[in-house]
């Protein structure tokens, strides 16, 4: 079954006449479309689906993709509200991915329809990949890994954090990636202890501590992984491996739990035991990690509140850090894919 198909299915099973979709990546998983797609996706209960889009967005799109029928809107229509208008005795029940609260209730009243919004089906079934959507997310945590791994080996006494990043941005592309898949993150030093640090004029100094964050966009599919390493010979040095070490070690009794069935606030739990254990659970300040898919964070939420269960297919980081404000920061991250054997690690 499409997916199209599989998401009218839920419609008549929940009595959604019409399920209107705004967010760009819920619109090319559900049209399953490899290039990016931006406009109006109307899936109605039965019938045919339309896209919504303007001239501009649709260069080189034909009439329909996947089943999907392309309406070029003309500046200043409103396909929507005239199609709604005309349909009015039929859809009683509209949901958005994503609506203002005041757009949703004159809507409400004009169509004297229940209307609602923050629909979550289809973020929902976009939490388990599918064949190809993992063969794409291994491409992507490969390309990031090699070229992860080729800016680390590259470093020099002297370079600034801005230009490692732009190394990094720059090398992917040739790799096959369409870009990066969020701003890199590049911290030298005590810039480490803030998790989202920007990258800076900061130079790079013997025996300070670098952590990268990255990641690349394949086909729309993003990857995901951070690594910290020490760059030359320091009198620190043992210090800061024993720190990165534990931030290891908590990684791996995380990924352990990394079962289908399993909440993911358990995850969170023997992660944050394993700090707590060397006195470093003060100094971790944020989830442990994320659902990685078309966005980079997707659900679930992996947090000490969050008792989703984890499923088969699910991809998933594990990232724990621990930031020592004006002294520097440790974070290793790793994609994984979520087995009935256990958790594959995509990144390496």
Do not use: W
Not at 44 to 56: Q, V
Not at 111 to 117: C, D, E, N, P, S
Request: proline share 4%; glycine share 8%; hydrophobic share 35%.
């Amino acid at each position: 079954m499409s997916r199209i198909g599989r998401i009218q299915d839920k419609l008549s099973k929940t009595g959604i006449d019409l399920l209107v979709l705004k967010d760009q990546a819920n619109i090319v998983y559900a049209i399953d479309y490899e290039q990016p797609l931006s406009g109006m996706l109307l899936i109605p209960k039965i019938g045919e689906a339309k896209l919504l889009t303007t001239p501009l967005e649709s260069v080189n799109l034909p009439q329909s993709v996947n089943g999907v029928k392309i309406v070029k809107l003309e500046r200043g229509e409103r396909y929507l509200q005239r199609l709604l208008k005309e349909k009015k005795d039929d859809l009683k029940y509209i949901e958005f991915d994503s609506l203002e609260m005041q757009e949703a209730l004159k809507l409400e009243k004009e169509m004297h329809a229940l209307v609602k919004t923050g629909n979550r089906m289809v973020r929902e079934l976009r939490m388990v990949k599918d064949t190809r959507e993992i063969d794409k997310m291994r491409k992507a945590a490969e390309i990031a890994s090699l070229t992860l791994r080729e800016t680390l080996n590259g470093l020099s006494e002297g370079v600034t954090e801005v230009e490692v990043a732009r190394q990094y941005d720059s090398k992917i592309v040739f790799k096959g990636a369409l870009k990066s898949a969020f701003e890199t993150i590049v911290a030298f030093g005590e810039n480490s202890s803030n998790p989202h640090a920007i990258p800076s004029s900061r130079r790079l100094k013997r025996g300070e501590c670098v952590l990268i964050d990255a990641g690349v966009d394949y086909l729309n599919y993003k990857s995901d992984l951070t690594r910290t390493i020490i760059f030359g010979e320091h009198s620190n040095r043992k210090n800061i491996e024993e720190l990165i070490e534990v931030v290891e070690e908590s990684k791996k009794a995380a990924e352990k739990k990394a079962f289908p069935g399993v909440k993911v606030c358990e995850l969170d739990r023997c992660a944050c035991e394993v700090l707590e254990e060397y006195g470093l659970g003060k100094y971790f300040a944020h989830g442990l990690g994320h659902g990685v898919g078309l966005d980079i964070h997707e659900p679930p939420a992996i947090h000490p509140l969050n008792t989703e269960e984890l499923k088969a297919g699910n991809i998933i980081t594990i990232e724990p850090g621990v930031y020592m404000p004006g002294v520097g920061g440790v974070r290793i991250e790793d994609t994984y894919l979520i087995t009935d054997s256990g958790p594959v690690k995509l990144t390496f």
